[in-house]
């Protein structure tokens, strides 16, 4: 069983950065692919980035490719997600997910444990 704990979320003006952190603890955690996932008032959850075992492997979501990048320190046993040039239409609850597996996925539902979100507001 793993628990995840996101933190960093908060407001900032668009243009601006935040990072995410988010802490795991339970498990061996540099057995989990992890991902991060966002969801918006009244839409469903999509899917922000993903990252491998060692780091080697990384997906983006479109919207966020060049503008985010997700990374891991396995010694630390956690899992962060730089975000630049934020947009007011990256406002949303982000998410911390874990996924016992060596694939790396970008299905929330395929998703073993999740955190429980920080919000991040990105005002205009």
């Known amino acids: 069983q793993v628990q995840l704990v996101e933190s960093g979320g908060g407001l900032v003006q668009a243009g601006g950065s935040l990072r995410l952190s988010c802490a795991a603890s339970?498990?061996?955690?540099?057995?989990?692919?992890m991902g991060w996932f966002r969801q918006a008032p009244g839409k469903e959850r999509e899917f922000v980035a993903a990252?491998?075992?060692?780091?080697?492997?990384?997906y983006y979501a479109d919207s966020v490719k060049g503008r985010f990048t997700i990374s891991r320190d396995n010694a630390k046993n956690a899992v962060y997600l730089q975000m630049s040039s934020l947009k007011p239409e990256d406002t949303a609850v982000y998410y911390c997910?874990?996924?016992?597996?060596?694939?790396?996925?970008?299905?929330?539902?395929?998703?073993?444990?999740w955190g429980q979100g920080t919000q991040v507001t990105v005002s205009s």
């Open positions: 990252i491998g075992w060692s780091g080697g492997i990384t």
């Open positions: 339970g498990g061996t955690f540099s057995r989990y692919v």
């Open positions: 997910a874990a996924d016992d597996t060596i694939v790396v996925k970008i299905s929330a539902p395929l998703y073993d444990y």
